[in-house]
């Protein structure tokens, strides 16, 4: 019983510094048309794969705004309440105050992550308008041909979204970062339509490292949405 309270007391911080950390950054940029607050909220099981190929798993609650650009996540992990806001290009991380875990690839959470989760989920849903972004030439990927489209942010890496030429849906996310020496395939899967959002949102993302080729990808984390609801804010589009 005293461990069920606990947790019960966790998860009621974790749901409270998710949209205490809206509000404020809707206060810190109350000159902006749309206030930035989470349009949508989520609850998720993360799998984060270590080099040994073992699993940290660890639960967050995540909230998108698609049409500002905006992503959070929260999490209580061992060191404490771990926290990422996104906005568009401007990232902030808090309660981090050590590498989580020691022997996984990449950091626990960082701006090129919260980018490409963003993305993933959003434009994998059909959450954000893609009809103006620049497309490039077509691309095979594991025998699948997909039109890549290029977003106009984040700023100083290279970011594709791929549309499934059968699906029409965004299925992957590219992401390169030549300064961090890293290289990620990123796909949403697993659709299932709801009502509240009018979509058919995707309940599964995983991310590869592909720095060794699509060929022999290997998968770094992996999110599984349990719960997404829609909040009473404007701009998700129909």
Known sequence: MKHLVSLLIASMVVVGLLFAGCSQSQQETQDDPVSVKAAITTDCIVHYYKTNASAYIT??????????????AVSTEPTGVVQCSLLRDDYSLSGQKQQILSDFPDSFWSKNLAVAVFYSFCAGGGLLETDSMLSAENIKIEGQWYKALKPQWPSGVKLTLLQSLDTKRIELVQLEDSQEGLAWLVRNYNFRYSKELSKKIPRMIDVFDIRNGVSSKELMIRFDYKNIQKAQTPGIPN
């Open 59 to 72: 639960r967050q609650q995540q909230g998108f705004h698609p049409s500002v650009g905006f992503f959070q």
